[in-house]
């Protein structure tokens, strides 16, 4: 292993391919800048995640750049342009490239994880984590009737999953049954994630949330709406048959004054079924499973 | 000792084999109502494929040997490839590489003639957002199908025709170490695929590749293929692995040090080894749910005490070595093709051999990113994160080789060489995308979206595809002892390279902008994108018809044989006489030189032959 040198016959190659990464890079770096990345800002996960999202592109753009150069910058300038076929010159590699490449993309990797994990940890994501099987958060309770708590406190949701549609159970409202999700902008929520037959995902896309639904389990995933605003939700698993068309985009974040309304009117109407649904429990088990039925 | 003169009598071939195998099935379906459960036929259905698949195997021969030494009768002699060399060998049980190679390469391109079928039914549907073309009950089974007959394909693709044609000839060996055990690993592919085809006639099964209980236990008897089909293809990858660890370790020609192997064969090596690991613990889970379906266990059932999450490690501990198992090949072939026509030795062929095993060792640690979403503790998920990103250090050392290799080369420009620098672009967009998919927040928005499928299209179909195609045209003049046409042959580079940028590049946007995997209905917004990327997608399937065409007409058309050595390489494969001599070598070769010292002054050719004729030197 000698000391770092470059080699006269290296250097109009290098010098030039050095100046065109460093502009086709800048050029790519502004283009990507200017894209507004999904799933946008409705809430502050899904805006830590377009911005994740965005370093993660800018980041991969110079590496991009590079290796592409690189691969037609072989394919033009180290073109054999004689008839007769010549043996290249006999290069078996080079150590402090070799190191510097490894060490670069080291670098470049533990940064990215270092990003992610900090991301993982910081105050808004660190609870958008499932707890399998967890119970219920403390203010959560299953007697609560119509005990709302104040603006701010967090919201427990529950969100059941079956073939082939989500149902939803408010359990700081004595677990009033919905078919669609309304959420208060700027509170809170503590979605709890389960599901009655088989395996589904809740993935409500403009929410920036994605949680399985386990039968048995109680996945649970937290968002912080932040804009009002109509979502999607959708299943992102693959669950039989009618798996496409388990989305509807009936969803709403909406103020928190149109949520008690809303949720008033709720309870009213759940009032006449409530008796014959099971009462709210952080996971329902599942009845036994009919096979190839 | 005393021989016995008696012998079986019966005619061994596949036709035997499927004369045999039908009643087989019909007497363990009635075997499995017997004693299985009344309210369904799985019991049935199972035993059924497994005593089909056993009869076949005998009918084709492969009950012989141990049956004739079990009771001491004339050992039938197929084990000299010298006496056995019609056109009919390749229609027989034959044990030797080249015929299980060539027997391999057509059963695999058969199969990926259906699985491309089945993409352009999917797309075919996709044309509309309403499911008005293909319906929920026919586009489910349609997905699984393509998506586990892709994996039986990918799985063998390269192993299969291009590892055992060419591992033995590449280390100077006369065979494989098993030979039985080869012809097994692909005796065994032919049932495995129509047995997995016959799911159509249960109606299909509704669960992807991934299978994951509930659901798969929730599904009509068409679950059943699924898992005898992969059960069988696990005994391919274990047989194969086995097989190939032992002919690389144990069947090297002398000289043949470690430091002198095609890289190639490192790529084997390590692939053989993630094969021989993972792939029982597929075998196990697949028990466990043949189990679950049949004996009314519940490994993966809640509601009886079990766990899906069981299944879903054990699936992706499998799974996820499995995609290294496509890749660590096609890494191979790339760097074993691009010295030979860059005309520069691999420039850091240690180094890529570290990467190599980088990359096997890596894949061990790294199946949780599969279940980020899936409601996991939360504290593994750092660690999951961290090693899907390191993998990206030794996927990075193979660039570097291969770029390395290519700086200040005199690169010939021809067709396998198209496709190596092809694959090359296509891996680095797989790549790239891998660790937006390994990030746990980014991962929360695409996790079964669009995008990781077009990521995993662009590491197989781009990677691992892309690499089929520079070996088929850079071996088959060995295997076939036919040029493939390079006119056609860059046709077919730009049609398949553009097409399937075309084809798969939108995709990352399609599933960006909220299309889920695996759904026949999906947003009328995205119904442009979609359209495009149909339309690419019948035009990738034509650069396929195109190499197809160019195949079949260079095979059975063109009538002037291939030189021996039409690339000029140094490496020991291309040094023996097209076509192949039935042993090999004509006597063990001895390796005195590297397989890439080109312009090494005073370099020695590879290996002293013997004096064999028909050797055209290469440096």
């Not at chain 2, 008897?221 to 692995?241: C, E, H, K, P, R």
């Not at chain 2, 045209?473 to 002892?481: A, I």
């Not at chain 2, 299309?515 to 994108?529: I, K, N």
Request: charged share 10%; with cysteine; net charge neutral.
């Amino acid at each position: 292993m000698g000391a770092f040198r470059i080699e006269e016959a290296d250097r109009p190659h290098m010098l030039r391919l050095l100046i065109i990464w460093v502009i086709l890079s800048f050029v790519g770096i502004v283009a990507v800048l200017q894209i507004n990345y999904p799933p946008y800002d409705q809430t502050i996960q899904g805006q830590d995640q377009a911005s994740t999202l965005k370093l993660l592109t800018v980041l991969a753009t110079p590496v991009f750049v590079g290796v592409v150069m690189m691969i037609l910058y072989s394919a033009v300038y180290f073109r054999r342009t004689t008839a007769e076929l010549v043996d290249g010159p006999p290069m078996l590699g080079n150590t402090p490239v070799q190191i510097a490449w490894v060490a670069i993309s080291a670098i470049l990797v533990l940064f990215l994880a270092v990003v992610g994990i900090a991301t993982l940890s910081s105050e808004n994501v660190a609870q958008a984590v499932g707890h399998p099987g967890r119970a219920i958060g403390q203010s959560g309770g299953q007697t609560g009737s119509g005990t709302a708590g104040g603006s701010g406190a967090e919201l427990h949701i529950q969100v059941i999953a079956q073939q082939w549609y989500f149902t939803y159970r408010y359990a700081d409202y004595g677990g009033v049954e919905t078919t669609h999700l309304n959420l208060p902008v700027d509170r809170p929520v503590e979605l709890h994630v389960t599901s009655l037959d088989i395996i589904h995902s809740f993935w409500a896309y403009q929410l920036g949330v994605k949680a399985d639904a386990n039968p048995g389990v109680d996945n649970i995933f937290h968002v912080t709406p932040q804009k009002t605003g109509g979502f999607q939700v959708r299943c992102a698993e693959l669950c039989g048959l009618w798996h496409g068309h388990m989305a509807d985009s009936s969803g709403q974040v909406v103020s928190q004054s149109d949520f008690d309304t809303w949720i008033a009117q709720q309870q009213t109407d759940f009032e006449t079924i409530a008796k014959a649904v099971p009462s709210y429990a952080p996971y329902y088990f599942p009845l036994p499973l009919t096979k190839g039925s | 000792m005393v021989v016995s003169e008696r012998r079986l009598s019966i005619p061994n071939n596949p036709i035997t084999g499927i004369v045999l195998a039908i009643p087989a099935y019909f007497f363990g379906v009635w075997l499995g109502t017997l004693f299985g459960n009344t309210d369904d036929q799985n019991t049935g259905v199972i035993l059924g494929y497994l005593f089909a698949t056993v009869a076949f195997l005998a009918g084709v021969g492969f009950l012989n040997y141990p049956l004739e030494r079990l009771f001491g009768w004339r050992v039938t002699p197929i084990t000299d490839p010298a006496e056995n060399r019609g056109i009919g060998r390749y229609f027989r049980l034959s044990l030797d590489h080249k015929v299980i190679g060539l027997q391999y390469l057509v059963t695999i391109l058969l199969m990926l003639l259906l699985g491309g079928i089945g993409a352009m039914l999917i797309r075919t549907s996709l044309l509309v957002p309403d499911a008005s073309i293909t319906p929920p009950g026919n586009y489910i089974p349609l997905i699984g199908l393509h998506s586990v007959m892709m994996i039986f394909i990918t799985s063998a693709v390269i192993v299969g025709p291009f590892g055992n044609y060419l591992v033995p000839l590449m280390i100077g060996a006369r065979r494989m170490a098993f030979p039985r055990l080869e012809a097994l690993s692909f005796w065994v592919v032919p049932p495995a695929a129509v047995i997995l085809a016959a799911a159509t006639f249960w109606g299909g099964f509704p669960t992807g590749w991934t299978g994951y209980p509930p659901l798969s236990e929730q599904a009509l008897q068409g679950m059943d293929s699924y898992i005898v089909g992969f059960a069988l293809i696990a005994v391919a990858l274990v047989t194969s692995a086995v097989n190939m660890l032992a002919t690389i370790i144990g069947l090297r020609a002398p000289g043949m040090t470690w430091t002198r192997l095609p890289i190639f064969v490192w790529g084997i090596f390590t692939t053989s080894i993630l094969g021989l690991l993972a792939a029982p613990v597929l075998a196990a889970a697949l028990i466990m749910l043949a189990m679950d379906r049949s004996l009314n266990t519940s490994f993966f059932l809640a509601s009886n005490g079990g766990s899906n999450y069981l299944w879903e490690n054990l699936f992706w501990f499998f799974g996820h070595p499995e995609v290294y198992i496509f890749i660590l090949p096609a890494f191979g072939i790339i760097m074993e093709i691009v010295p030979h026509f860059a005309r520069k030795p691999l420039w850091g062929y240690r180094t890529g051999v570290v990467g190599l095993f980088g990359v096997a060792l890596l894949s061990w640690f790294v199946w949780q990113h599969h279940l980020f979403v899936s409601g996991i503790a939360p504290v593994l998920r750092p660690f999951y994160m961290l090693s899907t990103e390191l993998i990206s250090i030794p996927t990075g050392i193979i660039f570097l080789v291969t770029l390395g290799t290519l700086w200040r080369a005199r690169v010939w420009f021809t067709v396998p060489m198209l496709f190596c620098l092809g694959f090359l672009f296509n891996f680095l967009i797989g790549g790239i995308s891998g660790v937006y998919l390994s990030d746990v927040p980014t991962d929360v928005t695409l996790h079964g979206s669009y995008f990781s499928m077009a990521h995993f299209h662009y590491t197989i179909m781009g990677g691992e595809i892309f690499a089929l195609m520079a070996a088929a045209y850079y071996w088959l003049p060995k295997m076939t002892g036919k040029m493939l046409s390079p006119t056609i042959g860059r046709v077919h580079f730009w049609t398949m390279f553009i097409a399937f940028n075309s084809t798969f590049f939108p995709l990352f946007i399609v599933g960006l902008l909220n299309m889920p995997r695996r759904v026949s209905s999906y947003d009328p917004a995205l119904v442009g994108l979609n359209r495009w990327v149909t339309v690419s997608a019948y035009v990738l399937f034509g650069s396929m018809v195109l190499f197809a065409g160019n195949l079949i007409y260079s095979w059975f058309f063109v009538s002037r044989p291939a030189l021996a050595n039409p690339w000029h390489a140094r490496s020991l494969e291309w040094q023996v006489p097209t076509p192949v001599p039935a042993r090999n070598f004509e006597r063990v070769p001895v390796i005195v030189a590297g397989p890439y010292d080109y312009g090494i002054p005073n370099s020695r050719p590879v290996a002293d032959l013997g004096g064999m004729v028909g050797v055209t030197g290469g440096g």
